[in-house]
């Protein structure tokens, strides 16, 4: 099964990084689903949508990023999300 | 009783000094805690700076840099801001002193060069520093600087940007602390606005075959705020981890050498009470005497 280095960043840390399958993100234009050897592509997400990611164990994660950008290039997918998407996260020490 | 009032006065001092040893003591366990997280923090935050930079250096390589209101250095340059973070609490150190000292450089070799100053003010010290010198402040945040988070960095971020853009500043200075490691902090100056074009040389140029949705243009227009918002947090964490750690090292300092009085005067109170038995003794002696005799 072919999988492809995914990255998933936010400012304050990283949310995934490991292998992958699928890779679900909302553009300005509508739905986009990546796999490997998908076309290279620079896109902006969607304000506030969220990015779905299915690991090679074949369970998904999701990141309520919030907006950002999804670049893929050489087999390896990066998001640059604009938050953790994490609810309570003001609730650490 | 002669040197009873020595004595007593002596084990005030002790106990007072132990009281305060209690105080630097658990300021610098708190410290020594808290460098930990913000190290970890600045840790967690590099992927995300690394990646940015990355993608932002391989569209300026595509040249798509071209004029961007951020990129392009305003042709007179009346109106200097500095970013200057600091702390909110003293007791650190040297941390405060040191990239107050810097931050004032700038503004005095800016001033020297014809321009007006202007600062933004990150933590209730270098408020109190610039106000005092009657320096003119355009905005204070505070109780910010001892846990940062992104969306603090993106208020700050957003305020220079507009002030930028609408003209009334020219250029914009980071004064922050880098955190080398827990011995080594050192205050660092970088340019903020324009975002210095050499920053962004170096990137790999996307091959023609490269989606772009949507244009480059409009993608970079978008990423650079992102960029400079990332440059501001990452200077206010290094400066969060270079706090503690200078509290910490600071409140060391103090404990220890609370520790060296509190040794010194047992030994006084301990020769001072001798004194005392000492001079009791010979009293009753002489007087057992005075009365055999």
Redesign the interface.
């Known amino acids: 099964m072919a999988t492809m280095q995914v ?1 998933v ?6 949310l995934f ?1 490991g292998e992958a399958t699928e890779v679900y993100a909302r ?3 509508g739905e986009i689903g990546i796999l490997p050897g998908h ?6 997400l969607a304000p506030g949508s969220a990015v779905r990611v299915r690991d090679t164990g074949g369970s998904e994660h999701r990141y309520d990023v919030g907006g950002g ?1 999804l ?1 893929f ?1 050489d087999n390896r997918l ?1 998001v ?3 938050e953790s998407g994490e609810a309570g996260d ?1 609730g650490q020490p | 009783m002669p040197g009873a009032g020595e004595l007593r006065a002596l084990r005030r001092r002790i106990r007072s000094v132990k009281s305060t040893q209690k105080i630097t003591r658990a300021m610098e366990l708190i410290a020594a805690s808290r460098i930990n997280k913000a190290r970890l ?1 600045v840790e ?2 590099r ?2 700076a690394e ?2 930079t990355t ?1 932002i250096r391989d ?1 300026a390589a595509s040249g798509e840099v071209a004029d961007h209101p951020l990129l392009a250095p305003h042709e007179q340059v009346r109106r200097v801001g500095i970013v200057v973070v600091s702390s909110d609490r003293g007791l650190a150190g040297a941390y405060n002193t040191n990239v107050l000292r810097r931050a004032e450089r700038v503004a005095v070799s800016e001033r020297d060069a014809g321009r007006e100053v202007t600062v933004y003010a990150l933590g209730r010290k270098a408020d109190g520093y610039f106000r005092y010198r009657g320096q003119d402040i355009a905005e204070t945040w505070t109780g910010i600087a001892d846990r940062p ?2 969306r603090d ?1 993106q208020e700050v971020g957003r305020t220079v940007m507009d002030d930028y853009r609408e003209g009334r500043i020219d250029r914009v200075w980071l004064a922050y602390t880098d955190f080398k490691s827990a011995l080594t902090q050192v205050s660092a100056v970088v340019q903020l606005l324009p975002v210095d074009a050499r920053e962004l040389e170096g990137g790999e140029a ?2 023609a ?6 244009a ?1 243009d ?2 970079l227009e ?2 650079i705020p ?1 960029y400079v ?2 440059r501001v ?1 990452a200077g206010l964490l290094e400066g969060a981890a270079s706090e503690h750690a200078s509290r910490q090292r600071a409140m060391k300092a103090a404990t220890d050498n609370a520790s060296d009085i509190i040794d010194d005067l047992t030994r006084e109170a301990n020769r001072a009470r001798q004194a005392a038995i000492t001079t009791e003794i010979s009293e009753i002696v002489g007087g057992a005497e005075a009365m055999s005799s």
């Open positions: 990255d960043v936010a400012p304050e840390e990283r990084s553009s300005l234009d076309q290279p592509i620079l896109l902006a950008f670049e290039k990066t640059l999300a604009d003001a | 923090a967690s935050a992927p995300y990646m940015i993608v569209l988070r992104y960095a996307y091959p075959q490269f989606l772009f949705e949507p480059p409009a993608i978008q990423l992102r918002e990332q947090f």
